[in-house]
């Protein structure tokens, strides 16, 4: 059974810093994972789609980096700002049936 | 492109009601799922339907919870009767099937945020 686990828990940084947020999981049998964002209240916003064939992906100040065969990813953020404050997900899609498995979340704070 | 449609927003009821949840998935999307993320969790999935056939529902407590996806577009999940436990937000979302699984991005709509006293 696919297990996604995701470190830290919670994060507090003050505002202008780099920080990193780590996901993992036991099966490598995967298509993608995709990193969310959830803010208080809300849905899930996509913010990066990395397929299983590729390294990393970038989009603004966020860059994303998987190691499929360790069951590694990693979510950078450049440059941190007080909207970047919400709960980050992830979530791989498993090969078998298409599955869509997510980590607990890591909940970001960025202080002015 | 319309997203994906959740209602109600919100519910309060009363242990052992029923309750029921309505999503429309984007247009030409094949794959729904159904998610339950209780508070400070990541969510978890509940049901998983390909069109209207049911692919993954081993996580749904069949006891009280079922779902339909009447001819492959729109889905209700219902519960009956409801237990405080079930407090939670129920999340809906659509992907594409493709042969190209690889690329599919899932579209996650609001949420229903269920309380139940």
């Known amino acids: 059974k696919q297990e996604v686990t995701q470190i830290p828990a919670a994060l507090s940084v003050p505002e202008g810093e780099n920080l990193v947020l780590n996901c993992s999981f036991t099966?490598?049998?995967?298509?993608?994972l995709q990193w969310f964002r959830q803010d208080p209240g809300k849905g899930l916003t996509s913010l990066l789609l990395?397929?299983?064939?590729?390294r990393e992906q970038t989009s603004g100040r966020l860059n994303a980096s998987l190691d499929k065969s360790s069951g590694r990813s990693t979510l950078y953020i450049a440059a941190s700002q007080p909207g970047d404050s919400a709960t980050y997900l992830c979530?791989?899609?498993?090969?078998?049936?298409?599955?869509?498995?997510f980590g607990e979340g890591t909940q970001l704070t960025v202080n002015p | 492109e319309a997203g994906v449609a959740q209602s109600p927003r919100y519910k309060i009821i009363e242990k052992r009601q029923s309750v029921a949840f309505w999503c429309n998935p984007i247009s030409g999307h094949a794959t729904l799922y159904w998610y339950q993320q209780i508070l400070g969790q990541g969510p978890k999935l509940l049901i998983q339907f390909q069109n209207n056939g049911v692919v993954d529902d081993s996580q749904l407590p069949k006891d009280r919870f079922s779902a339909e996806r009447l001819k492959g577009v729109d889905s209700t999940l219902k519960i009956q009767p409801a237990k405080l436990e079930d407090s939670a937000v129920y999340l809906c979302?659509?992907?594409?099937?493709?042969?190209?699984?690889?690329?599919?991005?899932?579209?996650f709509g609001q949420g229903t945020r269920l309380t139940v006293v």
């Open positions: 990395i397929q299983s064939s590729q």
């Open positions: 099966d490598s049998a995967i298509y993608n």
């Open positions: 979302a659509s992907s594409l099937v493709g042969w190209k699984d690889s690329n599919t991005e899932a579209f």
């Open positions: 979530a791989v899609r498993e090969t078998s049936g298409s599955r869509l498995t």
